[in-house]
């Protein structure tokens, strides 16, 4: 039987060797209780039962194997590799329902072995408690109970009607729904509610704080990426504003000298082209310097949103092309908490590349709603759109579509850092040929700790 790593599936790797174990316990259980206790089986029905489960958990392994291509190569978890972990396969609606498939066969068929070994008499009926709490733990609350209600009825099935096992089944058992049988029954189904309900509430709080924990990481790892680059734009800031000084004077002077000298005018344009780079170069540095420094060590203190709109375009390049819509007074008197330079220069970013998207006769919309507890400020472009695979890659470090020398790749990284830490959230909403827009969520809460 192919094996899984179980670092990458989870929870669809114990439900694979869980079922592995019980074809082993039952076909052992089986073969000793023929072989050496010599009770009397209906032997070909159970081993074909047995043989049931054996196929279909060799083909739910297999199945397994081939929903994700990569475990065939590897059997190494990708950490640090930047793309979503597989251990989350069983959140997949795919793999949870062949799971509650393959659970609610076992139930049948643990029912249908107890029918020709003895019934509800047989020792073995209470493993319908073991795969109530396999199944609490690894499928959602609301499936879980469909596996009760499944265990409910066919524990009720094997408590009146079974093939009787000499030494099991009690002389006196008439098959009737008498009082001992009834309660019985009543008893396994308030027994299996309580596994159920309390199985499904833990595994419910571990896998919420499993959640919790891969978040917190997640953004431990955004934290020391975004400290790295601040480190690396601030060290290239600091070595390139040296050697660029010296070039952006030399230049001048030359320009200068050959003032009224005759000269071809390829020389003119040169020059010209050379203060033009120098200038990308200046604004490069000073985004990479502004952006990924200090910009949330900035203090935090009151303002509006209409203030924060008012800072974000005294910065604005081309603000003839920015239309602002501006909002009902609720919307522009509303209260905010934030250092408004640093969200300032974040949303600057976003309009500068609507800009850049819609070309040079485009022009970009800036709109701000109230949204519940938040303020969402959305900024629309009129430019070709992105496909999605180019959404699901905004923001990556070093990632841009501009064309060279327009852009690093670093506006949009640092842009959802600022809005995240604030506890605010950044999100684009795109299709080709129709334009971007990209909707920031800022809350209205006052930050713990701000005065």
């Known amino acids: 039987m192919p094996m899984i790593p179980s670092a990458r599936l989870g929870s669809s790797t114990w439900l694979l060797h869980l079922r592995t174990f019980a074809v ?143 030494g099991l089944t009690p002389p006196d058992a008439s098959g009737e729904f008498d009082l001992r049988s009834v ?30 924990l891969r978040e917190k990481e997640l953004a431990q790892a955004a934290d020391r990426r975004l400290e790295a680059l601040t480190t690396l734009a601030a060290g290239a800031a600091h070595e390139l504003a040296t050697p660029l000084s010296t070039i952006d004077v030399i230049a001048r002077e030359l320009t200068h000298h050959l003032e009224g000298v005759d000269k071809p005018p390829s020389v003119d344009e040169d020059l010209k082209l050379i203060d033009h780079q120098l200038e990308l170069c200046r604004q490069i540095l000073q985004r990479m310097r502004g952006a990924a420094g200090d910009s949330m060590a900035q203090q935090w203190y009151r303002t509006t949103v209409g203030d924060l709109i008012d800072a974000t375009l005294e910065g604005i390049r081309d603000p003839h092309r920015v239309d602002v819509v501006d909002g009902v007074d609720a919307v522009e008197n509303q209260t905010l908490w934030m250092p408004e330079e640093a969200v300032a220069q974040a949303i600057r970013n976003l309009i500068h590349n609507g800009l850049d998207a819609s070309g040079a006769s485009g022009r970009v919309r800036v709109e701000s709603l109230l949204d519940g507890n938040g303020v969402r400020i959305i900024v629309t472009d009129q430019g070709q759109g992105m496909t999605d695979d180019v959404l699901g890659r905004l923001g990556d470090p070093f990632f841009t579509t501009k064309e060279p020398g327009r852009g690093i790749g670093l506006g949009l990284y640092l842009t959802r850092n600022v809005v995240s830490q604030l506890g605010g959230s950044l999100v684009f909403q795109s299709q080709p040929n129709q334009g971007t827009s990209a909707v920031v969520t800022l809350p209205v809460s006052k930050p713990d700790g701000v005065q």
């Open 183 to 212: 309660g019985m029954m009543l008893a396994f189904a308030a027994c299996a509610s309580v596994v159920t309900y309390f199985v499904t509430r833990t595994s419910g709080l571990l896998r919420e704080r499993e959640r919790e």
């Open 24 to 166: 082993a316990g039952q076909l052992a259980t089986i073969l000793f209780a023929g072989w050496f206790v010599g009770v009397q089986l209906w032997y070909t029905p159970l081993l074909a039962l047995v043989a049931l489960t054996a196929v279909t958990n060799i083909g739910y392994g297999f199945w397994l194997r081939r929903f994700d291509p990569q475990l065939r190569d590897s059997a190494e978890p990708l950490i640090g590799s930047g793309r979503p972990a597989v251990m989350d396969l069983e959140e997949s609606p795919g793999v949870r329902s062949v799971a509650l498939g393959l659970m609610l066969l076992d139930l049948i068929t643990l029912t249908a072995m107890l029918y020709f070994s003895g019934g509800a008499a047989n020792p073995f009926s209470f493993f319908y408690f073991v795969n109530l709490a396999v199944g609490g733990v690894m499928i959602r609350p609301r499936a879980a109970w469909s596996l009760t209600l499944v265990a409910t009825l066919g524990y009720a099935f094997v408590l009146r009607h079974s093939v009787p096992v000499m």
